[in-house]
Antibody, heavy 121, light 113 residues
C-alpha cells in the first residue's frame, strides 16, 4: 500500500544538526513532489519545504530558510530534510507528505505518521 | 507571503447538527487561467497525521463522506459538516497551495456539544 515512513528524529542540542528521512513505498516516488510539514507540541500545522519530483525546484518557509535543506534520492525512494543551526522553536513532529499529482501546486493526500525532533540542552 | 486565517478558533455542535468553519486568505488564491482556487481542507484527529478532505476549494477527496463540503473562491472559503458525527471531533485546517510558502490556517477545533 502507499506509505510514507519518517525516521531520524531525536533529542538534539541547540545549534546542532540533524537529518530526517522519509521512506516512500507503494507508488512511483520519482513522479511526485514531496513536502515536509511540522507541528510543534500542542500547536498547528506549519509547512516547512517542498521539492519537485525531479529535485530541480525547492521552496522553504521563511522560518527555516538558510538552515534547512530538502533533498531526495529517487533511486532510493527517499526524501530528506537536513536541519542545521537548530533552535528550540524547531521542536516539533515532522511529517513528510505527498501531493495528489506531480505538481507541487497541489494538496497533499498521503502523509507519514511523523518523527519527533526535540531541540534542548 | 499569503497569510491564512480561520474562524472560529473552536466550536461545539450537537450531534446531527451543522458545523461551519471559515477560512480567509490575505490575497486571492484563484488562478485565473483555470478558474481554480488553490485551497485545501484537512482534518486532524488527536495523535494522527492530517487527512485531506477537500481540494480545489470544493472537490471532495475520494472516500470522504458527503457530509463534508467546501465552498468559496478567491479569498473567502467555508468548510461545512452538514450533520456532525462523533468521529468528526478533530481540528480542521485550511491550506493554500497557490504560492509557496504553502501556508496553513491556525486551525479550528470541533467538539460535540
Amino acid at each position: 500500500q502507499v506509505q510514507l515512513v519518517e525516521s531520524g528524529g531525536s533529542v538534539v542540542q541547540p545549534g546542532r544538526s540533524l537529518r530526517l528521512s522519509c521512506a516512500a513505498s507503494g507508488f512511483t516516488f520519482s513522479s511526485y513532489a514531496m513536502h515536509w510539514v511540522r507541528q510543534a507540541p500542542g500547536k498547528g500545522l506549519e509547512w516547512v519545504a517542498v521539492i519537485s519530483y525531479d529535485g530541480s525546484n525547492k521552496y522553504y518557509a521563511d522560518s527555516v530558510k538558510g538552515r534547512f535543506t530538502i533533498s531526495r534520492d529517487n533511486s532510493k525512494n527517499t526524501l530528506y530534510l537536513e536541519m542545521s543551526s537548530l533552535r528550540a522553536e524547531d521542536t516539533a513532529v515532522y511529517h513528510c507528505a505527498r501531493g495528489r499529482i506531480q505538481s507541487y501546486y497541489d494538496a497533499s493526500n498521503i502523509w507519514g505518521q511523523g518523527t519527533m525532533v526535540t531541540v534542548s540542552s | 507571503d499569503i497569510v491564512m486565517t480561520q474562524s472560529p478558533d473552536s466550536l461545539a455542535v450537537s450531534l446531527g447538527e451543522r458545523a461551519t468553519i471559515n477560512c480567509k486568505s490575505s490575497q486571492s488564491v484563484l488562478y485565473s487561467s483555470n478558474n481554480k482556487s488553490y485551497l485545501a481542507w484537512y482534518q486532524q484527529r488527536p495523535g494522527q497525521p492530517p487527512k485531506l478532505l477537500i481540494y480545489w476549494a470544493s472537490t471532495r477527496e475520494s472516500g470522504v463522506p458527503d457530509r463534508f463540503s467546501g465552498s468559496g473562491s478567491g479569498t473567502d472559503f467555508t468548510l461545512t459538516i452538514s450533520s456532525l458525527q462523533a468521529e468528526d471531533v478533530a481540528v480542521y485546517y485550511c491550506q493554500q497551495y497557490y504560492s509557496p510558502p504553502f501556508s496553513f490556517g491556525p486551525g479550528t477545533k470541533v467538539d460535540i456539544k
